[in-house]
C-alpha cells in the first residue's frame, strides 16, 4: 500500500488570539506550516499531502514551500472532522481503499521523521491503524467546574493522544462521515474509528510534537526545532 497524507489547516486559532490563524505564524525563520508541510515533505514514502485550507484563507498561496507537486489544496470546513474529511474525499480519486493515510494537524510543526518511520513500522500489515501518543505522566484529577477535586483518576492506560493518526484510507473515511452524520464529536480520527466499533494501536512518539495552541507554546517550539537542527 501507499501513504498520503491529509493536514487540516483552516482552523482560527481561537485560543491563540492572534488575528491571523496560528498556522501561518512565524517560527523558526518561516511559518508554523511550512515546518509542518517539511516534515512530511521529507519523508521518501509519502506520496502527496492533502492540505484542508479555508475559502477564506488569504495567507496560504504565499506559503507554500518549494515542493508544489506533492500538494493539494482541499476546501476546509466548519470543525476539525469536516476539513480532515474533504481531504479524505479528495485522496478517494487518488489512492486505494486500503492505502495509508497520515492525518497530520497544521499546528504540529515539530514531529521528527522518527515518529513517522515508528508509525509505519509499528503498523505494518495492521488491519486498521493507529496514532501517535504519550503516555500521561501527571497525576490526573476530575473536577466540577468551581475547580473543586471531585477525585484522582488512576492515570494507568492513559495516554494523551497525538497526530499523525494513520489509518486504512475507505475504513477511516467511512467512519468518519458515519460518525459525523450520527452526531457524534470526534476529535480525533481515532474516536470515529472506536466509535465504528475497530481498535487503534498506540505508538508512543517523541514529546517534541506539541500542537500550537496558547502563545507560550511557540517558544517551546522553537526549542525543539532548534534541538532538532532545524
Ligand atoms: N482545523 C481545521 N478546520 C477547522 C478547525 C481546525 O482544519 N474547522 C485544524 C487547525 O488548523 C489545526 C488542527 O485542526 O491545524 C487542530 O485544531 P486546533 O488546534 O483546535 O486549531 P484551531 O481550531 O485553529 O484553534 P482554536 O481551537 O484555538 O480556535
Ligand atoms: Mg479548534
Not at 61 to 77: F, S, V
Not at 106 to 126: F, N
Not at 144 to 164: D, F, I, K, S
Not at 199 to 210: A, F, K, M, Q, T
Amino acid at each position: 500500500p501507499n501513504y498520503w497524507a491529509v493536514v487540516p489547516a483552516a482552523g482560527v486559532g481561537k485560543r491563540m488570539g492572534t488575528n491571523i490563524p496560528k498556522q501561518y505564524l512565524p517560527l523558526a525563520g518561516k511559518t508554523v506550516i511550512e515546518h509542518t508541510l517539511d516534515s512530511l515533505l521529507q519523508h521518501p514514502r509519502i506520496q502527496a499531502i492533502v492540505v484542508a485550507v479555508s475559502s477564506e484563507d488569504r495567507w496560504w498561496p504565499e506559503c507554500l514551500p518549494q515542493d508544489k507537486e506533492r500538494i493539494i489544496r482541499a476546501p476546509g470546513g466548519a470543525e476539525r472532522c469536516h476539513s480532515v474529511s474533504n481531504g479524505l474525499e479528495c485522496l478517494l480519486s487518488l489512492a486505494a481503499p486500503e492505502d495509508w493515510v497520515l492525518v497530520h494537524d497544521a499546528a504540529r510543526p515539530c514531529l521528527r521523521r522518527e515518529d513517522i518511520d515508528r508509525l509505519m513500522e509499528t503498523l505494518h500489515g495492521h488491519p486498521i491503524g493507529g496514532l501517535l501518543a504519550l503516555p500521561i505522566s501527571d497525576t490526573v484529577k476530575r473536577a466540577n467546574a468551581e475547580g473543586v477535586v471531585l477525585e484522582t483518576v488512576n492515570r494507568e492506560g492513559l495516554w494523551r493522544a497525538m497526530t499523525p493518526q494513520m489509518f486504512r484510507l475507505e475504513k477511516l473515511y467511512r467512519a468518519l462521515r458515519e460518525a459525523i452524520a450520527a452526531g457524534v464529536q470526534v476529535t480525533d480520527e481515532a474516536s470515529a474509528m472506536e466509535w465504528a466499533g475497530f481498535s487503534p494501536h498506540l505508538v508512543e512518539g517523541y514529546p517534541d510534537n506539541i500542537k500550537i495552541t496558547h502563545p507560550q507554546d511557540l517558544m517551546q517550539a522553537e526549542d525543539f526545532l532548534k534541538r532538532q537542527g532545524r
